[in-house]
């Protein structure tokens, strides 16, 4: 090879190794960065009980004095923190002639309606017992959310709070009150608990 | 000749060089005592107002040292139907961390018939299997999560959180 071809040929790979180098270089002056994966998730408010659909308390072809009891257990599996109120509905001649007593408290066991593991809050609520969350007329119980009655923290008194997997138990009482005006009558009613978060 | 030997003496001698480099990157780049790599998962119980479960207050299972190809980590969790009427249960898993959804399988079965077997992330959906349950009465179900010997890469330093949901339906006319 002539010495004019060695030059030539050297030059011709030098000027090849500058392109490939101002190329990376090029290159070297574009940079990105990402955040990727972002994702997004609402909490839950979900409330459940133990009912199976079927009722908790049937009075029929009753006396004065005549009680009808049930015990109803109610989930809290939302993952949002929540306050639960209880209210309802009562509709019928019979009505107000209904005492109707709702206690707070636990169930160990048992299978609805059963009453033979609830244990009853200990704290005296509203005067009116350990556990007793309302005593009166069923005529007269709640019936919005609003009115409702604010599920009791047994520990401070105040509102409870309720979290993932708590539970409660509630024993409800409708006892047939000795008022001749109640003969022959009828009446229904319906019990709410709600769950709204914090 | 000369050149010959000049080229095969160079060859070798960048050869050795490699070897040497690479051998002192595999020794020096690995702590003696390093541990191998293992995944993590902890599997916790949601409650649900037909049925009674335990555990809810602590894990169902928790393990911290999964690697592919070991048996894993076992557990049980006991499930009551506390209504009057006969339920079918069935479960599903929400999840709190996906990192081992497909590099972790989970079986959660019932007098050792599988209600599912499958990867952690196929089990979103309610299964298919389910356990039927008269008022009061209660079962007891093993749960196994584990990392097969084959399993792709990405379990290594993973976290699997996730949560076992029952769903009792009532059985009509029961």
Redesign the interface.
């Known amino acids: 090879m002539t010495g004019v071809r060695r030059l030539l040929l050297s030059a011709l790979v030098v000027g090849l190794a500058a392109v490939v180098a101002g190329t990376a270089t090029w290159a070297a002056f574009s940079g990105t960065t990402a955040n990727a994966g972002n994702s997004f998730a609402a909490g839950t408010v979900s409330l459940t009980d133990n009912d199976g659909g079927v009722t908790l308390l049937s009075l029929t072809n009753a006396i004065p004095g005549e009680t009808a009891t049930g015990c109803i257990k109610v989930t809290y599996a939302g993952s949002l923190a929540a306050d639960v109120k209880l209210f309802g509905t009562a509709s019928g001649g019979l009505a107000p002639y209904l005492t109707l007593k709702v206690t707070r408290g636990t169930d160990s066991g048992g299978t609805f309606p059963d009453c033979g593991s609830f244990t009853a809050d200990t704290r005296d609520y509203a005067g009116n017992g350990a556990g007793v969350i309302y005593s009166g007329n069923l005529s007269s119980f709640p019936s919005s959310y609003a009115a409702g009655i604010t599920d009791p923290d047994n520990g401070t008194g105040g509102t409870e709070t309720w979290t993932t997997s708590e539970v409660h138990a509630y024993k409800l009482e409708v006892t047939l009150q000795n008022n001749t005006a109640a003969q022959g009558q009828s009446g229904s009613a319906s019990f709410t608990w709600e769950a709204r978060n914090q | 000749m000369r050149a010959t030997i000049d080229i095969w003496t160079g060859g070798l001698g960048l050869l050795a060089g490699f070897c040497a480099v690479a051998a002192w990157l595999a020794i020096a780049g690995q702590p003696a005592d390093a541990p191998p790599p293992s995944a993590s998962i902890r599997l916790g119980a949601?409650?649900?107002?037909?049925l009674?479960i335990s555990p809810?207050e602590k894990p169902v299972l928790a393990a911290a040292d999964l690697r592919p190809g070991q048996a894993g980590e076992e557990g049980t969790v006991t499930i009551?139907?506390?209504?009057?009427?006969a339920?079918e249960v069935s479960l599903r898993t929400s999840a709190v961390t996906r990192e081992l959804d497909r590099s972790a399988w989970i079986d959660v079965a019932e007098r050792g018939r599988s209600i599912v077997r499958e990867p952690l992330g196929g089990t979103r959906s309610w299964s298919p299997a389910a356990v039927r349950l008269a008022?009061?009465e209660k079962r007891t179900l093993s749960a196994r999560v584990w990392i097969p010997e084959r399993a792709e890469d990405g379990w290594q330093a993973a976290r699997g959180d996730a949560m076992l949901e029952f769903r009792g339906k009532?059985v009509p006319g029961r």
């Open positions: 949601l409650a649900t107002g037909e009674a809810l009551r139907n506390q209504t009057p009427r339920l008022p009061g009532v």
